[in-house]
C-alpha cells in the first residue's frame, strides 16, 4: 500500500500556480466546492517515488490577512486540514512582491517549499537568482522551475517527498517589526497563553500577530475568552494609539513595512540585476549610508556627534539640577535636626536619587538624538553593516539588534537585548548573543559615565564617551570569539536583515519616543533606585561607631578646641565662653563661605569681632596673604582657619571610621584585598556591590558615601568634584573604574532574563564571565598605567 502525502499548492494570482497544478497532476483532478463557500476546490493526485501525493490548489490570494473570502478559505485550510507540506508558487522575476506571502507562511510556521517559477522570464529581464542564497537566508527549501514547460517538476515532487518525510511540526518564525510592535506582540502573546478557553490550533505569536493587525475573524475568535478578549483589545488599541502618535502609522502599516523589509534583505543578497531598475530614494540614500567604504565612516561619524551634541546641550541642564539638589540639601537641613532622619533624608535620598536624577538630561538627550536614527530607519542600515563584523566573530547577523538594544549606541538595557536574542534559531549562537549582550553601555551605566568623565575628563568629553563605546564592542566582540572558538563552536547560520525605507521623524513622534524612555528611567529613580539607596544608606550607617569610639572623637575635638582657645594668639582676645560662642556666630556664618558676600552684616557687624570676619574673608581670597591696613586680627583669623581645617579632619576620619564599622563596609574592606590591586577602595566596593542591583545605584551608592556626616550641607558640591578631590582619586582610577563597570556582572534583572531565555546554568555563567573579564582587563589597564607613572 503506497504512503500518502498531501500538499496544498499557494501562490499569487498570475504566479503560475495553475500551470504547475497541472503540470503535477495531469488528468488525475477534481473540481468541487470548499464547505459553506462557493470558491472553487481543486485537487489531485500523483505516484512519485512510493507515495501517492494529494495535490490541493489553494485560492490565488496575496496574503493571509482576513480581507477577502480566497484569503479566508485558504487559511482555514491550512490551519484546519494541516497538510505536510505547502508549495508557495513564486514569480521569479516579481520576487518581492510574491515573498510577501510566504512571510506569512514562515510566521505561521507551517512546512513551506518555495518553488521559484519563471526563471526563464526573470533571466530575459535580467534577474538573476540565487536560490541557494534564497533558501539559506529564508530557511526552507528552494526549487528554481519553469512550470510551462515541465522544467523543475520532477525536482519539485523530489523535495515534497524529502520535506514530508521530516518532523511536521510547526515552527512559527519571529520577525521583529520594531520595538512598538514587537513590545505589544510580547504582552498579547503572554495573555493568549494564559487564557484557558481559546483554540489552541493557532500558534499564538501568529494570534498575537493577527490581533495587532485587526484581523476580524481572528478578533472574533478571541472573544471566547472575554476576559483575555478586553485585555487584548486595550493593548491593540494603547499600540495602535501609540503607532499614531508617534509614527503616523497604524500597526497593520508598519508590519507590512517591516515584512518588506525582511524580503529586501533577502533579495539583497540573492537576487543580482544585470539591468539597473529605477532606484527609489531609499535605494538612492541607502547606495551611500551603506556603501562599505564610505558607510562605515559616516556611522562613525554620526555616533560621535551624538555625544558631542548629548554632552554639549546637557552641560547646563546638568549643572542646574546640581544647584537645585544642593539647594534642597540645605533646605532640609535647616528643618530637620541632626540624627539617623537626617542622615537618611540628605544622604539615603537626596545624594543618592538626586546623583541619578541629576543626569535626566543627559539620558533625555541621548534618547532623542537616538529617536532621530530610528524613526528615520537608520538604525537598521547601522545593523546591516555591523552584520559583517560579527560574522567574522562568529555571531549571527541578528545579534546586531539584540547588540543595538542593550545600548550598542548608548542609553539602551540589556533586559530587552536579552529577549531580542529569541529571533536567533541557532541554540548556540544565541547563548553567545546572551552573554555579551550585558558588555554595551547600557544607560543605567550612563549616569556613572557621565559622572567619572565630567570629574576627570572634562574637556574631551564626547571623546571619551565615544572611546568607552568601541571599547565595549570591542570587548564584546572579542568575548564572542573566545565563546564561539571553545564551548560554543558550531557552525554559522544564514542572516536576513530588514531594511524599511526612510521616513521622516515627526516632532510629535520624537517627543513621545523620548519622554517615554526618559520616563522609564526618573520612575526607575523613584522606586527601584530609591528603595536600593535606602537598603544601601542602612547598610553603610548601622551599626557604626560604638559609644567608645564615639567618645574618643568628641574627645579630640574638645581638645582641638582648648588647644585653640589657650594658643598665644588667641588668649588675650578670647577671654571666656561668651567670647567663644560670639566668635563663632561671626566666623560660622562666613568662614569658607561666600554665598552672601560682605555686603548683608546684619546685626552681627556691630559684634567686637566682626573685623575677624573681614580678615579671614580677605585672607581666604587672597590666599593666606594679608591685603590692607586692618592686621591686628590676622593670628586670630589664621588661628581660627587651622582650628576649623583640624576639625574637620577630625570629622573626616570619623565619618570613614563609621563607614568602615558598617555591614557595607566591612564587605567593601573583606573586597579590597582583591580591589586595591586595581586601585578600589572600600567604598568603590560597595558602590560596585550595589550596581549589582542596579547599575544606576552606583552613582547614589557613591553619593552616599561620600556625603554621609558632611558638617555643612549648604555648602555641597557636585560628587564629581568631591571625587576629583578626593585623596586616591585620579583619571586613572576613573578610566579603570569606567572599564570594570562596563564589563563586570549584569544587573540583577538581566541575570533573571538570561535564566528565563536559557537557564541557571548560563545565567551563573554570565556573573563568572563578566566579573572574571572585567578584572583581568582592569588589573592590565591599571598596573600597566602605574608603570607608565599615570596614576598620580
Known sequence: MMRKIRIAL???????????????????????????????????????????????????????????????????????????????IVDASNLD???????????????????????????????????????????????????????????????????????????????????????????????????????????????????????????????????????????????????????????????????????????????????????????????????RVIGPVIMLLILYGIYEFTFRISEAPVGWLEVFFGWLKGIVSGLIPDGYLHSLVVSGIIDGVGGVLGFVPLIMFMFFAIAIMEDFGYMARVAYMLDRVLRWFGLHGSSVMALLISGGISGGCAVPGVMATRTLRDPK?????????????????????????AAFFARDRARMLFVFTILSWSFALFAAKILRSTMLRGPKTPFVMELPPYRVPTIKGLFIHTWERTWQYIKKAGTIILGVSILLWAMMTFPGLSGEERQFYEDQRVENRMSFLTSPDVKGLVQNEKDMKDLEEVLGRYEGSFKDGMENPGSIAESPFWPVAEQIVSLKKSGGRAQGETVLYIPLALAYIDYGEKNGAIGLEEQQAALRGTIAGRIGLLMEGITSTIGFDYRTNIALVGGFLAKEVIVSTLGTAYSLGEVDPEDSIPLSEKLRNEPGWNPLVAFTLILFIMLYVPCFITVISIKRESSWKWACFSIAFNLVMAYLVSLAVYQVGLALGLGT
Open 10 to 88: 499557494s501562490g499569487n494570482p498570475n504566479s503560475g500556480k495553475t500551470t504547475t497544478f497541472n503540470a503535477i497532476t495531469g488528468a488525475r483532478q477534481h473540481i468541487a466546492n470548499y464547505p459553506g463557500v462557493t470558491v472553487e476546490k481543486k485537487y489531485g493526485s500523483v505516484n512519485h517515488k512510493g507515495y501517492e501525493v494529494e495535490v490541493v490548489d489553494l485560492p490565488g490570494t496575496y496574503s493571509l490577512t482576513a480581507y477577502s473570502l480566497e484569503e479566508i478559505v485558504a487559511r482555514n485550510f491550512l490551519v484546519n486540514e494541516r497538510p505536510d507540506v505547502v508549495v508557495d
Open 97 to 291: 512582491r510574491n515573498l510577501y506571502l510566504a512571510v506569512q507562511f514562515k510566521e505561521l510556521g507551517i512546512p513551506l517549499i518555495i518553488a521559484l517559477n519563471m526563471v526563464d522570464v526573470a533571466k530575459t529581464r535580467g534577474t538573476k537568482v540565487d536560490e541557494e542564497a534564497l533558501s539559506d537566508l529564508f530557511g526552507v527549501p528552494v526549487v528554481p522551475m519553469v512550470a510551462r514547460s515541465n522544467k523543475g517538476i520532477q525536482d519539485l515532487l523530489d523535495k515534497i517527498v524529502e520535506v514530508a518525510q521530516e518532523d511536521h511540526e510547526w515552527r512559527p518564525e519571529i520577525i521583529t517589526y520594531g520595538n512598538d510592535i514587537d513590545e505589544g506582540l510580547n504582552k498579547i502573546e503572554d495573555v493568549i497563553k494564559k487564557a484557558p478557553t481559546l483554540d489552541k490550533k493557532y500558534p499564538e505569536r501568529w494570534l498575537a500577530l493577527k490581533c495587532l493587525e485587526g484581523d476580524d475573524q481572528i478578533m472574533e475568535l478571541m472573544k471566547g475568552d472575554l476576559e483575555s478578549s478586553r485585555e487584548i483589545e486595550g493593548i491593540r488599541k494603547r499600540i495602535s494609539k501609540h503607532t499614531m502618535n508617534t509614527l503616523e502609522e497604524e500597526p497593520e502599516g508598519i508590519i507590512a513595512d517591516h515584512r518588506y523589509g525582511y524580503i529586501a534583505g533577502i533579495t539583497k543578497k540573492s537576487v543580482k540585476r544585470e539591468i539597473e531598475s529605477r532606484l527609489n530614494l531609499s535605494d538612492k540614500v541607502d547606495k551611500v549610508l551603506t556603501n
Open 429 to 453: 549562537e544565541r547563548i553567545a548573543t546572551l552573554l555579551v549582550v550585558p558588555f554595551m553601555n547600557c544607560g543605567a551605566k550612563l549616569p556613572v559615565f557621565g559622572m567619572l568623565i
